[in-house]
């Protein structure tokens, strides 16, 4: 007779084949883990090699302008971001400079504490999504289409004295529930090439300008001495030299006077052209560009201004032409050595090189 017993169900078989099936899920998580890993991994490391790229550049900066300069078109060219901005506060040590190279959609002037007071402290990055009718208060109307920031503070964060705006078109390329190691540290080596910019400026300024006059000092003039005018003040353009000596009157000037007679000469000169400070009473100035015969009426202008400080002057002045390229040593000694006849002629007048007419 046929078995019509029903087969037994084999239970240790099923076990295996969910056990098995629970495995294979689990792998898969896992390899999806490992692979989403590996993907910021690799995305992280393509990010702090940009990263690092740009701190090279920001080294290699020579002055705070520069510096902000390499950092707006680092982050904008590698960064792929769609709105790069500065705010400066115009009340910080930061002001003392000019960012002539800057835009004015490259950097805005905040006024003093305005950082604080529209919310940016206690923490060095803040991640802003914009939503509809939500903006920060600082964007201007070409950011209108914005929908995520990131603010990265300069300096300390009880005062900063700026702040890096990034902006984005994408919703979640700055969203709040992110880390911000990278950005803090950016803030970190921005700050620090700023603040090291300024230190050595300062420092470079101390030691070639004279406290007291605000002249340049010899040694900032020397190491160019023995150029070509052209060098210094470009092809085919006329150079005028003038050595000053504040006629000695029963003694040498004080510091005071000596300072006066700087800010009489510096206002009678434009800002390109230069006034160097020669020992304790002489000054050499520099004016490239000048039209037929105003170094000669410059120079008058000088021996006026000072005689209402109770001071004459001696001046020899040189001019180069526009056909000639000395070296600047051999036009600074063709104007000490006019100057040195002023003196002997008895002081309080300009005597030009080229033209051996006693003037004035």
């Not at 240790?12 to 883990?33: P, Q």
């Not at 305005?114 to 940016?120: A, D, F, P, Q, T």
């Not at 208060?137 to 209108?144: G, I, M, S, T």
């Not at 890096?164 to 803090?184: M, V, Y």
Request: with cysteine; glycine share 6%.
């Amino acid at each position: 007779m046929p078995d019509n017993k029903t087969p037994t169900h084999d239970s240790s078989t099923d076990f295996e084949v969910r056990r098995l099936h629970t495995m294979a899920s689990s792998h898969r998580e896992l390899k999806d883990y490992v692979d989403y890993i590996t993907q910021h991994l690799e995305e992280n490391e393509r990010l702090f090699a940009r990263l690092f790229a740009l701190e090279a550049r920001l080294l290699k900066a020579n002055d705070p302008e520069d510096v902000c300069l390499a950092l707006l078109r680092g982050l904008r060219a590698d960064f792929e971001l769609d709105m790069v901005r500065l705010w400066f506060d115009r009340a910080s040590f930061i002001s003392q400079y000019s960012f002539h190279g800057l835009s004015p959609e490259d950097l805005v002037w905040v006024e003093k504490n305005e950082i604080s007071e529209v919310g940016l402290s206690h923490q060095a990055v803040w991640l802003v999504q914009l939503g509809k009718g939500e903006r920060f208060v600082w964007l201007e109307k070409q950011d209108a289409k914005l929908k995520s920031m990131a603010l990265i503070l300069l300096g300390p964060i009880e005062r900063p004295y700026g702040v890096i705006g990034l902006g984005s078109l994408n919703d979640t390329r700055f969203d709040p529930e992110q880390g911000t190691d990278f950005l803090q540290h950016l803030a970190q080596v921005c700050s620090l090439m700023l603040e090291n910019t300024v230190s050595r400026e300062r420092l470079s300024r101390l030691m070639v300008k004279d406290r007291n006059s605000g002249a340049h000092k010899q040694r900032f003039f020397q190491p160019y001495s023995h150029q070509p005018l052209s060098q210094w003040f470009g092809r085919n353009i006329p150079v005028a030299c003038f050595c000053i000596a504040v006629d000695e009157r029963g003694g040498s000037c004080g510091n005071d006077t000596r300072q006066a007679i700087a800010q009489s000469i510096t206002s009678l000169i434009r800002h390109q052209d230069l006034l160097i400070c020669k020992g304790k009473e002489d000054f050499i100035v520099f004016l490239a560009g000048l039209r037929p015969m105003q170094d000669v009426d410059t120079a008058e202008a000088m021996m006026d201004a000072c005689l209402t400080l109770h001071v004459s002057l001696s001046i020899g002045a040189s001019l180069s032409s526009c056909d000639e390229d000395p070296l600047i040593v051999d036009l600074l000694a063709r104007a000490e050595k006019a100057m040195q006849q002023a003196i002997k002629a008895g002081g309080a007048r300009v005597i030009c090189a080229t033209v051996d007419d006693l003037l004035g």
